[in-house]
């Protein structure tokens, strides 16, 4: 290690031109808080932690590195050269403890790197609930180059796998899995795959998506047990209802939970996430948090706000960088907006659509009748609240204009077609969404 990670940090008060900025986590967060200080202060001194990889990669692009659509390498926005060109160390090593008083970060089998201001970029962590056999070999997420590489490994000679928890990620795995001709088993604990966050409606299209490509599909299904053999691997799952299930591979994907064991052991404040204000201050001075593992206490009975996509990791990054840099910038959430695949299903949202409308909103629906398309305008006193598209591809610029300005459902049906940028000989359905958008409307 850099001896200058050594160097006494300053006393409080003290004047010195330039600072010692330490960021744990290397992924979109992290990356763009280091690119706003180096952009602001061009003398400080920046050191970037972690412990998964060396450089910063696309974390999205997993399962495209698996399917073997992309090589490792691909997934790296930067060319290794970029982070010294630009005066950013890197140290691969995993952070044990912040002593937040004494400005030092204690690492596991390396010195201790001290600080003037940290910014805590720990992202997410897959949830595990305490399920009996959940430790068993076969057992994994999909979150990290970690599971990319144990998986490597647990699909040789798998013939069938379980994957628990019905979202973006499980979604992901069960492709994957499925690529490789090993049968895959689907247990969602809802009625639906995906309820708590889509419609009924959009729901039930992806259900059929997900039986139309041979995965079997348990809604109302729990997990309770995951079994072993004598050697300590898989063997098979039990669900809530007895069942045996036979497999080689258990995937937990029930979601995910901000990072928050180290900023929590450490004494610094947390809730659901490490709480900060909209300038991403923590409750120790000097200390910052953004990304996945920051929870934005907010004012009044709104609950506090903990964003987990790539976009806002990437522009809370930027705000902090600037205020750890000096300036007074707060933080925007803007107007929400999140896209998935599901196998061959495209799914985009702009604005608040929520899966039950809220008091005062009404929602408008029209699907293709062979079930691959469909759209739900959200309109709250007369104007557009959100919109949810499936199986179309509408321009983010367009929709979220549309929200932004408050437009009349009227004036979105109007110009629904400038939004559609579907490929040329695509069939275009804009005026079968019209008519019965505006029949529900009558």
């Known amino acids: 290690m850099?001896?200058?990670y050594g160097k006494s940090a300053p006393v409080r008060g003290e004047e010195?031109?330039?600072?010692?900025?330490?960021?744990?986590?290397?992924g979109i967060t992290g990356v763009s808080a280091a690119l706003s200080i180096r952009r602001l202060q061009?003398?400080?001194?920046?050191?970037?932690?972690?412990?998964?990889?060396?450089?910063?990669?696309?974390?999205?692009?997993?399962?495209?590195?698996?399917m073997g659509h992309m090589s490792y390498k691909d997934t790296k926005p930067y060319e290794d050269s970029f982070w010294k060109k630009n005066r950013i160390d890197l140290v691969r090593g995993w952070v044990t403890e912040i002593d937040a008083a004494g400005k030092s970060l204690i690492m596991h089998?390396?010195?201790?790197?001290?600080?003037?201001?940290?910014?805590?970029?720990?992202?997410?962590?897959?949830?595990?609930?305490?399920?009996?056999?959940?430790?068993?070999?076969?057992?994994?997420?999909?979150?990290?180059?970690?599971?990319?590489?144990?998986?490597?490994?647990?699909?040789?000679g798998a013939r069938s796998a379980v994957i628990v928890g019905g979202g973006l990620i499980g979604i992901e795995l069960a492709e994957i899995l499925h690529s490789r001709n090993i049968h895959v088993t689907f247990l969602v604990r809802e009625n639906s795959y995906w309820t708590n966050v889509l419609p009924i409606e959009e729901s039930r299209m992806i259900n059929r998506v997900i039986l139309e490509q041979g995965i079997d599909l348990r809604l109302l299904t729990e997990l309770k047990e995951i079994v072993g053999n004598d050697s300590g691997k898989v063997r098979g799952i039990m669900t809530g209802k007895d069942e045996f299930i036979?497999?080689?591979i258990v995937g937990l994907t029930a979601g995910v939970s901000p990072n928050i064991t180290l900023a929590k052991k450490?004494?610094?404040?947390?809730?659901?996430?490490?709480?900060?204000d909209w300038s991403f201050r923590t409750d120790t001075p000097d200390v910052f948090a953004a990304g996945d593992c920051a929870e934005i206490v907010t004012e009044g009975e709104e609950r506090n706000l903990i964003q987990q996509?790539?976009?806002?990791?990437?522009?809370?990054?930027?705000?902090?960088?600037?205020v750890i840099a000096g300036g007074q910038s707060k933080y925007d959430p803007g107007i929400w907006y999140n896209s998935a695949k599901f196998f061959d299903l495209e799914y985009q949202t702009y604005g608040m659509v929520t899966n039950v409308p809220a008091e005062g909103e009404t929602s408008f629906y029209w699907e293709h009748p062979d079930h691959s398309r469909s759209i739900r305008i959200v309109t709250k006193d007369g104007t557009l609240r959100g919109i949810n598209v499936m199986g179309l591809r509408y321009s983010h610029r367009v929709c979220e204009s549309w929200v932004a300005q408050k437009r009349s459902l009227e004036y979105v049906l109007?110009?629904?077609?400038?939004?559609?940028?579907?490929?040329?000989?695509?069939?275009?359905?804009?005026?079968?969404?019209?008519?019965?958008?505006?029949k529900q409307a009558a």
């Open 2 to 4: 850099s001896a200058a």
């Open 16 to 26: 010195k031109s330039a600072m010692r900025i330490a960021i744990i986590g290397n």
């Open 42 to 66: 061009p003398d400080w001194e920046i050191v970037m932690i972690s412990g998964e990889s060396s450089f910063h990669y696309s974390r999205p692009a997993l399962m495209y590195i698996f």
């Open 109 to 156: 089998e390396k010195d201790p790197i001290l600080f003037d201001r940290l910014l805590i970029a720990t992202g997410s962590r897959s949830n595990r609930f305490g399920w009996p056999g959940q430790d068993l070999e076969g057992v994994q997420g999909f979150y990290s180059l970690m599971d990319l590489r144990l998986l490597y490994e647990n699909v040789k």
């Open 246 to 248: 036979e497999c080689q």
């Open 266 to 276: 450490s004494g610094i404040k947390t809730g659901r996430g490490i709480q900060v």
């Open 309 to 322: 996509v790539w976009y806002t990791g990437k522009s809370q990054g930027r705000v902090a960088g600037e």
């Open 414 to 438: 109007d110009h629904l077609g400038d939004a559609n940028f579907d490929p040329e000989f695509y069939e275009k359905c804009e005026a079968e969404m019209i008519k019965e958008i505006r």
